[in-house]
């Protein structure tokens, strides 16, 4: 899975040009039959095989194994210390129903981790705690990829959907020791694992913030309908984010008002923080919202204002015109003048036609001054208007004093402080 945090693995590209193309098609989920047996789980036709990997540490120790079977488990979860098991991939039946016998898990939560399409949740069982969580995809923004973790009292058991995680911080701080990650036990591990998947959207949402900046100059300057169908797709995108944290959000809060045995009293503060998180991420989504809409607002605005700039000018344009035109009328209309005297006596004259000419040149000329003067001509740009193009741009302002102080906006990394001492 692709580093979010990577600048490298992340650039933020061009505004114009960018997600022009065909919509983004969500893959099928596969779900158990309707009215099937509580705990009948699906395995997608899709699924990769499943790759266990164990890591078992202590204070003082720290040991990493692949192992291919579910038993293979059982000395780790034998010797004192706490017990680290990470599976990807959920294509195998028979691993998964293994794995839920040895940690003697329940039918309903070995259906859920099968069964990828959760909601973000928590639920208490006597033995453990399910933790249900959702991953930044790497292969589309508006997916996410469910984590399961089961918490029990010296082991946690985490099952992804694919390889590639946002857990590497947590392994490197385990392998060398860093912080309290080896000394606390199995309940501080569960954080660092939800910890980590809640701060990998920061910086999803700083680089929607960098281009919706950039988006605004675009609105003013170079308004164009690409421009307006990539502020939608930021919009989809926050959206996106903020479907996913706003259950993540209940679920902490939820873990953190009732009580379980797995997480002691001093762990629990840590969530607190991990719920401070998603809360400011979904004031974040929120904001940056108010200000998506904000800009199409704005686009639209200016594109009226351009449109009524082009009207301006060929309505200018049919006004000179008009006594040009009744002059040239009255004059085209052939009446005899040998007839009678008042036919016309003007096309008998010696200078009639440059007379006519220059009256003509010379009201299209006072009426070109006279707009000018009034400010209906050559009054400016085609942007908005002050007033009008002042209003718009004190309500983004407004939008974007409510944006956290302590988001990544400010901050380059927002979960620095307390992953520091992890």
Known sequence: MVNPTDPVANPVGPVRGVRRGKRHKRRVLHRPAPASIPGSFAIAPDAPQPIIRVTHFGPDHCNEKQVERAADLTPFLAMPGVTWVNIDGLGDRAILTAIGELFQLHLLT???????????????????????????SDEHPLESEQVSIVLGDRWVLSVQERGGDCFGSVRNRIRRGKGRAREYGADYLAYLLVDAVVDQYFPVVDRLSEQLERLED?????????????????????LGVRRTIWPQRDAINLLLRDESPQIRA????????????????????????ELTQGLMDLHLSVMSNRMNEVVKVLTIIATIFIPLTFIAGVYGMNFD????????????????????????????????????????????????????????????ADVRRRIPASSPTASTNPGQNHNSTG
């Open 266 to 289: 001093e762990a629990r503060i840590y969530f607190r923080d991990v719920y401070d998180h998603c809360v400011q991420l979904i004031d974040m989504c929120e904001t940056y919202r």
């Open 337 to 396: 003048a040998a007839r009678s005297p008042w036919n016309m006596p003007e096309l008998s004259w010696y200078y009639g036609y440059p007379a006519t000419v220059i009256l003509m040149a010379v009201i299209a000329i006072g009426m070109v001054g006279y707009f000018i003067k009034q400010g209906w001509l050559f009054a400016g740009s085609t942007q908005l208007p002050q007033s009008e193009s002042a209003s718009m741009t004190s309500t983004v």
């Open 110 to 136: 070995l259906a859920d981790i099968a069964n990828v399409h959760q909601r973000p949740k928590v639920e208490a069982y006597d033995r453990y705690l399910y933790l249900v969580t959702r991953m930044q």
């Open 218 to 238: 675009e609105v003013l300057f170079r308004p164009s309908s690409d421009v307006i169908a990539i502020v939608h797709d930021v919009r989809r995108e926050l």
